[in-house]
């Protein structure tokens, strides 16, 4: 835990102070999945204690439960009478090559679309099996790349430390920092209970690091919009993830809708956004038309693989990144099976959710004391370095989950009843605790 911990600390600038972690056992995996789970918890419970520091004077004390932090990186929510709908399209998934193995990831309507379209349309499983096996992986990932979709061949690390975007990557920070030069003087709006209270959160992201940063922030008083496009959606993840959140849509490619969202920017304290490297910058609201319309906001982004090298625009998701980076290899060797073996949940998307924010964090302490705003940039792919070159998962396995786990609250959902698994993470003072229910995309005005 302490090189997992110390990392992150180091990385955003944190004092690397030990924490109290409790309860013992691990996800099974080859990797430290659990470790990266607390320590990424802990460095964004630590990023708040520290601003707490900073502006009463007290630093309160904090614990993350390991156990708890390893059940919140797959899912929190548990349904009263009612099921989250599955989270994976019926054709997404690894299928052998040819060569090897290939990951694809057709999730969103126009992805499937894209794989259909080099692969030919598939009714089921099987349908794609049988076309996927007549290709080779890399000119398949490429095919489907190249039509828009989102597909990973399965490398190992050592290929991956050897391709031209894993050296890219691996080469760049856990977190770059940049700094802006004028001054934004704003006091602090919070309190010790509620240390994000008046703050404004815009979030442009979607499945799934990014909505468990503003779901972090939101638990601490943040006041957190997000805005999705007008048709985009994710049933399955929508209900773990909008957790006291505001959501509405926007399409900004239509003037009013542009109008509305600047006003929104312009207000922000805090921007958070996963969009492809490039992809704000085509819509006319690059990082200098962000600055203009907003300075001193903190922006804070995510992408999959990185912010340099030939892919530092391509669509990805966890489970690719997984796939591209050598972690579905070693996970294969480490079961002594014959096909790609993934993490035991998402882990990469959550342990980089929690990084980004304690960025925000950590930006929003540095603005209070000298008045400027900045940026974070943190990547899929880096995170994954950071994991795979820790030390092997542990041995013995987490207590099962079981009623005590779960809060007293019921949770009144859109989709019925709930209840929320206790929190992982105790700052004395400062509960994390959420005011708003789950939501669904676009049920709220897009205002402050």
Request: net charge neutral; charged share 20%; aromatic share 6%.
């Amino acid at each position: 835990m302490t090189d997992l911990l110390a990392s992150m600390q180091a990385a955003l600038g944190l004092p690397t102070t030990p924490i109290r972690f409790a309860s013992d056992g691990a996800l099974p995996s080859a990797f430290a999945v659990t470790e990266l789970a607390s320590a990424s918890i802990a460095v964004a419970g630590q990023a708040i204690a520290e601003l707490i520091n900073q502006q009463t004077g007290r630093l309160p004390s904090l614990e993350v439960d390991r156990r708890l932090a390893s059940f919140w990186f797959s899912t929190s929510l548990r349904p009263i009478g009612w099921s989250v709908p599955p989270m994976w399209d019926p054709v997404a998934g690894d299928y052998a090559t040819a060569d090897g193995w290939i990951r694809l990831h057709t999730n969103a309507p126009h992805h499937r679309r894209a794989a259909e379209k080099v692969l030919g349309a598939c009714v089921d499983r099987a349908d794609m099996a049988s076309k996927v096996i007549r290709w080779n992986k890399t000119e398949l990932e490429q095919a489907v790349v190249d039509a828009g979709g989102c597909a990973a061949e399965m490398r190992s690390w050592q290929a991956w430390q050897a391709h031209p975007q894993g050296r890219a990557v691996n080469a760049e920070p856990l977190v770059h920092f940049t700094e802006n030069v004028e001054a934004h003087r704003s006091p602090w709006p919070g309190s010790m209970a509620q240390p994000l209270a008046g703050l404004k959160v815009l979030d442009l992201t979607r499945v799934l690091a990014g909505p468990v940063a503003s779901r972090f922030l939101a638990g601490l008083g943040a006041d957190v919009l997000r805005i999705d496009p007008p048709t985009w959606n994710e049933p399955g993840v929508v209900p773990e993830v909008t957790l006291g959140k505001r959501c509405a849509r926007l399409n900004l490619h239509q003037p009013d809708d542009r109008a509305a969202f600047e006003a929104l920017l312009k207000d922000a304290d805090i921007l958070l956004h996963g969009y492809r490297a490039d992809a704000l910058e085509r819509l006319g609201y690059g990082a200098e038309q962000r600055h203009r319309i907003a300075p001193g906001l903190i922006d804070v982004s995510l992408n999959a693989y990185g912010w340099s090298g030939p892919w530092q625009n391509r669509r990805g998701f966890d489970s690719l990144v997984q796939m591209s980076s050598g972690i579905a290899d070693a996970g294969m060797a480490w079961k002594q099976t014959d096909k790609p073996t993934p993490l035991p949940v998402q882990a990469l998307d959550h342990g980089t959710g929690y990084l980004m924010a304690a960025s925000a964090v950590v930006l929003l302490a540095r603005r209070l004391e000298n008045g400027r705003g900045g940026s974070a940039h943190l990547s899929l792919a880096r995170t994954a370095k950071l994991l795979i070159e820790q030390a092997a998962g542990g041995q013995d396995a987490l207590r099962p989950e079981d009623a005590n786990d779960q809060g007293l609250l019921v949770e009144q959902t859109p989709w019925g009843p709930a209840h929320r698994l206790q929190v992982p993470m105790k700052l004395v003072g400062t509960p994390l605790q959420w005011t708003l229910p789950a939501a669904n995309l676009g049920e709220h005005r897009a205002q402050w």
